[in-house]
């Protein structure tokens, strides 16, 4: 590995709990047991898993499954899984570092935030607090991400972000029992670095 791919790796092992990142409206924080709640309504509307690779949850449970499975991956540092909070400290949102990569200084975003919040702009802040983590602090070279072709305002928010699209992969996923494409998107530190 190379000096900056170790030092990936020791900055995450380092880290005794999710960084705290502090938006003008937004603020990225770990979860807690008692989003649960927002993290059902999230992730159990229609519009938000419209072009989700799994259809809606029904089960509170599952929300308290993916929060565990936010802390395992934590745990594991193979995953950042942040709530994006706002100024009440209320989950509204999710983003997440995946694919951690240290070896290729490397991740893929993710993100999905509640639709009563869409179109103001939030979810570009929480993505700008993630990705300047990634990139200044964490010291990524790389970040990928891969959407529907259809989903034009995830496509949107990463064009705005900076991500160029370069590629895409045909029949790459199933939502419900429709296969779909998947847009390749990437995003370099340079272009991270140049663009402010
Ligand atoms: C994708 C998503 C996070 C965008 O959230 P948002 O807070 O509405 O986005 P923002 O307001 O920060 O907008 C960012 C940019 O995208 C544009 N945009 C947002 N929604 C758009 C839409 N429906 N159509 C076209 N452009 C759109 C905005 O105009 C903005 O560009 P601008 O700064 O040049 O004006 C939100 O729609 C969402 O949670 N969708 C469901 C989950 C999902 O699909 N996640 C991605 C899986 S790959």
């Not at 190379?2 to 502090?22: E, R």
Request: glycine share 8%; aromatic share 8%; with cysteine.
């Amino acid at each position: 590995m190379s000096q900056n791919s170790q030092t990936i790796a020791a900055t995450l092992s380092a880290l005794d709990g999710w960084p705290l990142l502090q938006g003008p409206r937004v603020r990225l924080r770990g979860p807690r047991e008692e989003d649960a709640e927002a993290f059902f309504a999230l992730f159990g509307d229609p519009r938000v898993m419209r072009y989700w690779s799994r259809p809606p949850l029904t089960e509170r449970t599952e929300a308290e499954q993916l929060l565990t499975r936010c802390r395992d991956e934590f745990a594991a540092r193979t995953a950042l899984e942040w709530i994006i909070a706002d100024e009440n400290d209320t989950a509204i949102g999710s983003c997440k570092l995946f694919r951690l990569s240290p070896p290729h200084r490397r991740a893929e975003l993710g993100y999905a935030l509640h639709p009563d919040h869409w179109g103001r702009g939030v979810a570009r802040e929480a993505t700008t607090l993630a990705l300047d983590w990634a990139f200044c602090h964490l010291g990524l070279h790389r970040c990928d991400a891969g959407i529907d072709p259809d989903n034009q305002a995830s496509r949107a928010l990463l064009h705005r972000l900076g991500f160029v699209t370069e590629g895409r992969q045909r029949e790459s996923f199933f939502v419900g029992d429709q296969v779909t494409d998947s847009e390749l998107l990437g995003l370099l530190a340079s272009d991270w670095r140049g663009g402010r």
